[in-house]
């Protein structure tokens, strides 16, 4: 059967369970890839820990750590709609990280000439990361005010849009941290479109925005580096390619199956950041093609379940949510991956849930908390989509329809049809819903059966 053709509820109802088959399979690739991502970690990192006088298990147990708060605020984020951030409580979130990048571009420290981090004493944050999901969330909000609420008019969804989300992605680029600013210039370009953004202005747009990224590359001496490492890394083997080019080594020693998990040689301090940037490069080694490859696999079923999240969201705030999360996992993936088998430059940032990195695990846990939250609070109530089964339209020479047990109310008098009623006799019979049978006539109906 079409589904046009279906009964309401009966679409409702598989809409509903398509949803929540989404979110199980959103949760189970993202629990997947998170304790895979603790087994690389500690693989990668356990030599360097261990020389550091840390212990081989220092890495992971602070990736650990803050993944069981990740996983603390996914199951937050299944109890309650997160479109209620959508309101005031968004508008401190943003203010919020507003000062945390301000003083991390006054006080942060510096590291390889960008100042991205925020040093609190007991913990080091980054601000660029946590920002992720709260300017997905303002652009979500916005573009749902002006594209579905028609809250806000084009001035002021303008001024809303540049101060919600250009300034703090500018904030960022400031610092500088040209592939967060260029991820999220990305995603919102996709929710953009999802919201319905003309084609040719969303064009016009991406070509702008690529411009603007290859004249950032190009612009100093560190990034043009990148560029032609990117084309040549053999160029400067010992010093700006030295590290992609320990990456190819990790990927040619490990084949088709792999050296096996803890059997890398790179990590012995040959590849720089083995358990940061290039832990897709350990994978490689270790797991050989068939590891990269389901790898991979995994990031598209974790797309395919968000993505059906996104399109079955019953409003455009969540739709935004769900797709502006789900391609901003994706895009960050994307960029790792092509960055270490070296067909784009790197930009340094981490594969999502297998880098080590307290910012990044909660960042992209929060990013799948918001998906996952969509998609619990979108699916129709079971009790109230079957109740509709229970209302039959009936005429009034059915006159045991009410016995049936699926359609104990019927409506009789003149039925439901265009007229709302009919004429009998001259008069007009509007239409009325009988209840069946009262106390009484059942009670009476009881007695004639038993033969009183």
């Keep these: 059967m079409a589904r046009a053709s279906q009964p309401r509820h009966v679409r409702e109802e598989a809409a509903g369970s398509t949803s929540a088959g989404a979110r199980v399979l959103l949760l189970l690739v993202s629990f997947a890839l998170t304790a895979f991502g603790l ?64 003083v991390t571009v006054v006080a942060g420290q510096t590291v390889k000439g960008a100042t991205r981090w925020l040093n609190l004493g007991f913990i080091s944050i980054q601000p660029s990361e946590l920002a992720k999901p709260v300017i997905i969330l303002a652009a979500a909000a916005i573009l749902a005010q002006y594209y579905e609420e028609r809250s806000i008019d084009s001035q002021r969804g303008i001024l809303l849009f540049l ?20 991820i999220l210039a990305v995603t919102i370009l996709a929710m953009l479109y999802l919201a319905g953004f003309p084609l ?10 690529l411009a603007f990224a290859a004249f950032l590359a190009l612009r100093d001496e560190y990034s043009r580096s990148r560029v032609m490492t990117m084309f040549n890394p053999w160029l400067d083997p010992y010093d700006s390619g030295y590290q992609l080019i320990q990456g190819f080594y990790a990927f040619g020693r490990g084949g088709i199956l792999g050296a096996g998990i803890g059997m890398s040689r790179q990590k012995y301090s040959y590849l720089p950041e083995a358990h940061n940037d290039f832990i897709f490069a350990i994978i490689g080694e270790e797991l050989g093609l ?28 969540g739709r935004l949510i769900a797709g502006g999360c789900t391609t901003l996992i994706i895009v960050q993936a994307l960029v790792n991956v092509m960055g270490v088998v070296g067909v784009m ?36 109530a079971p009790a109230a989509a079957s109740s509709r089964a229970y209302l039959r339209l009936s005429d009034e020479d059915d006159a045991d329809a009410w016995q ?5 109310m019927r409506v009789v008098e003149g039925g439901l049809g265009r007229s709302g009623g009919s004429f009998s006799g001259g008069n007009f019979r509007p ?4 209840l069946g049978p009262s106390a009484a006539d059942r009670l009476r109906s009881g007695s004639r059966s038993s033969g009183r």
């Design 39 to 102: 087994l690389m970690i500690y693989s990668a990192s356990s030599v360097s820990a261990a020389a550091s006088g840390a212990g081989s298990f220092a890495y992971v147990i602070r990736q650990l750590a803050l993944a069981v708060v990740g996983a603390g605020i996914v199951y937050v984020g299944l109890r309650i709609d997160c479109r209620k951030l959508l309101g005031p409580p968004l508008v401190l979130l943003w203010g919020g990280i507003i000062v945390l990048i301000l």
């Design 345 to 380: 430059p790197m930009t340094g940032k981490p594969l999502p849930f297998l880098s080590y990195g307290g910012s990044s695990i909660l960042s992209v846990l929060v990013l799948v908390a918001l998906t996952a939250s969509v998609s619990a609070h979108s699916a129709p």
């Design 200 to 209: 040719a202005w969303l064009v016009g747009l991406g070509v702008l925005a």
């Design 404 to 408: 049936a047990p699926a359609a104990p």
């Design 290 to 317: 068939v590891g990269t490859l389901a790898t991979i696999a995994a990031f598209v079923l974790l797309a395919y379940a968000g993505f059906k999240i996104c399109r079955d969201a019953p409003d455009m705030a």
């Design 163 to 182: 101060a919600g989300v250009a300034l703090p992605i500018g904030l960022i680029l400031f610092q500088p941290d040209k592939g967060t600013a260029i």
């Design 431 to 434: 239409p009325r819903i009988d």
